[in-house]
């Protein structure tokens, strides 16, 4: 009787509450946007597989032991070793203007670990696309915010 009464009382609290939206935006993933600068931001936990650059060898994140971490993409040519990440405990971030990123709308990247191992987002990933090189690899992306009118 004890858990019945609460549960009438939940369901009473609930419906007293005023109306609020429910949807969520989630963030892409590796990445936020605030204003003029990029954060990219890689949580091991996130992610599960990683591709050598060098053999197309594919292995699980977790077997790697992980020294660095950089970020690539067309603003420094794909580079593997141009952009590090600073180890923050278990996550590894970069913040920089967004101008040093943002040539296009769109713009792609991707985490490298140790200068050879370049990770892939997992298949749900909701920001992610096709590397464009006729193969099964995906770039994370964002889109650059536009500049208000005022």
């Known amino acids: 009787m004890r858990v019945s009464v609460l549960l009438i009382a939940a369901v009473v609290l609930l419906?007293?509450?005023?109306?609020?939206?429910v949807?969520?935006?989630?963030?892409?993933?590796?990445?936020s946007v605030d204003n003029d600068s990029v954060t990219f931001r890689?949580?091991?936990e996130d992610f599960r597989m990683v591709v050598n650059g060098r053999t197309s060898r594919w292995m699980r994140l977790r077997e790697l032991r992980i020294?660095?971490?950089?970020?690539?993409?067309?603003?420094?040519?794909?580079?593997?070793?141009?952009?590090?990440?600073?180890s923050r405990g278990r996550s590894w971030e970069l913040t920089c203007p967004l101008s040093a990123v943002a040539d296009r709308d769109t713009v792609q990247f991707k985490f490298v670990i140790n200068e050879e191992w370049w990770v892939q987002p997992p298949p749900d990933t909701r920001?992610?696309?096709?590397?464009?090189?006729?193969?099964?690899?995906?770039n994370?992306?964002?889109?650059?915010?536009?500049?208000?009118?005022e």
């Open 67 to 86: 020294r660095e971490v950089t970020v690539a993409g067309r603003w420094n040519q794909w580079s593997p070793e141009a952009w590090p990440l600073h």
């Open 15 to 21: 419906a007293a509450r005023p109306a609020q939206s």
């Open 140 to 149: 994370l992306f964002f889109i650059r915010p536009h500049e208000r009118e």
């Open 42 to 44: 890689f949580v091991p």
């Open 127 to 138: 920001n992610q696309l096709n590397s464009g090189n006729h193969d099964t690899t995906m």
């Open 23 to 31: 949807v969520a935006v989630a963030q892409p993933l590796g990445v």
